[in-house]
């Protein structure tokens, strides 16, 4: 019965062991995702006043808190003796982020500077920053699920799925420009990186609570003496009023700070209605302006396909002149063969007036004026009408002349 005893026992204790190991393995694996979020919160907040590089206490702590998260549960480096040696996290990264387009592996694999592995840890941190692709090395790094497991252990942060959200925290870093030096003291690897928690650690006291923290050292300090008995009530009054005071200070500061962030609200309300109203007046003039551009195009467009349908009529009117032309000349061939040299003669002249035709059309053209046309067509006319005439004299003349 005791053995029994004994065996439960330590199969409990053994249990409790495993428990508490995976319990502390997730709080680790939770506090450093939140103290990573925090310092990219604060690293943002910092690049809009200024500029961050390596002095900045913003940045130390960012890069330290990356540098545990890659470093987490770690495989340490099997010798031909069989022991492990202490890998850094560059060992992965440089094996895992090879697929990434434009990669820096190898130009921080030669620099001169830069001996250790940690420190071209470091140096890779600060160029993939200052490249804005530290979330797209991660994210690369974290979808070769064999390479990483091959090099971390089981309860890792990158095995986990808190690797996810590390990779959407990091993507928000691509909005700051960074300058860094990589000949500074940041990328000795002689020394372990050590996060500073104490800018995120703040207590604020609740204003339910009564009394501030000197009251309650009183309180707790009169209660010990003697002269806390119930015939002394003088103090606990006094403490009481000042308590009140305490709180009445703290509720018109709260007041103060509303009314002040009331202002900044309003103020910044103005701007962007006076911004919005500046941009509607905008609009309306572009508009106005596009409506004015569209209807010149339009009547341009009607101006010019009235300009084409004339150039039409007039070279219907010229084909019908030229036709004219030809049958007149075969009807003067055929009434008198006698005088072909005269019939010659005239087709050269109606073929100088068709040359002169054909210019003038091209010329038209070339001009694109109208004010010509009716002139051109009176001379046609009357050149026309000259050829017609010349036939008929030449056709009664053999009846009036004797043979």
Wanted: aromatic residues 8%.
């Amino acid at each position: 019965m005791a053995s029994r005893s004994l065996g439960g026992l330590s199969g409990s204790r053994g249990g409790g062991k495993k428990s508490l190991s995976a319990r502390n393995a997730a709080v680790e694996r939770r506090n450093l995702i939140t103290v990573c979020r925090f310092s990219v919160k604060t690293l943002i907040d910092r690049s809009c006043f200024e500029t961050i590089d390596d002095s900045s206490p913003e940045f130390n702590n960012f890069a330290a808190v990356l540098e545990q998260i890659l470093s987490h549960r770690l495989k340490g480096q099997v010798t031909w003796f069989g022991y492990e040696s202490p890998r850094s996290f560059w060992d992965y990264i440089r094996v895992a982020c090879r697929k990434v387009s434009q990669n820096c592996i190898c130009s921080i694999e030669n620099m001169e500077n830069v001996s250790s592995s940690r420190a071209k840890g470091r140096a890779w941190i600060r160029v993939a920053l200052m490249e804005k692709h530290l979330s797209e090395y991660i994210s690369t790094a974290l979808r070769d699920f064999k390479t990483t497991r091959r090099f971390y252990e089981d309860g890792a942060i990158v095995l986990g799925e808190e690797a996810n959200m590390l990779a959407g925290m990091l993507l928000g870093l691509n909005a700051i420009d960074f300058s860094f030096c990589l000949k500074g003291e940041g990328l000795d690897g002689t020394f372990p990186a050590v996060i500073d928690y104490t800018p995120y650690l703040k207590f604020e006291q609740s204003s339910d609570s009564i009394s501030s923290d000197e009251e309650e050292l009183r309180t707790f300090g009169s209660s010990d003496s003697e002269g806390s008995t119930p015939e002394n009530v003088g103090p606990p009054l006094i403490m009481d009023e000042n308590s009140w005071f305490n709180k009445c200070k703290r509720v018109r500061q709260k007041y103060q700070l509303t009314l002040e962030q009331k202002g900044y609200l309003e103020e910044l309300l103005r701007l962007r209605e006076n911004q919005l109203s500046e941009s509607v007046s905008q609009n309306k003039i572009l508009l106005q302006r596009i409506e004015d551009s569209d209807l010149a195009h339009k009547l341009e467009k009607e101006q010019l396909e009235y300009i084409i349908v004339e150039l039409q009529d007039q070279l219907k009117s010229y084909q019908s002149l030229d036709q004219l032309s030809a049958e007149v000349s075969l009807s003067q061939a055929s009434l008198d063969p006698s005088h072909s040299q005269e019939g010659d003669g005239k087709q050269d002249s109606l073929n100088f007036i068709g040359e002169g035709k054909e210019d003038t059309p091209s010329l038209l053209g070339l001009c694109g004026s109208l004010t010509s046309v009716a002139s051109y067509k009176s001379l046609t006319s009357l050149k026309s009408n000259d050829c017609l005439a010349s036939p008929t004299t030449e056709v009664t003349s053999p009846g009036l002349t004797p043979s």
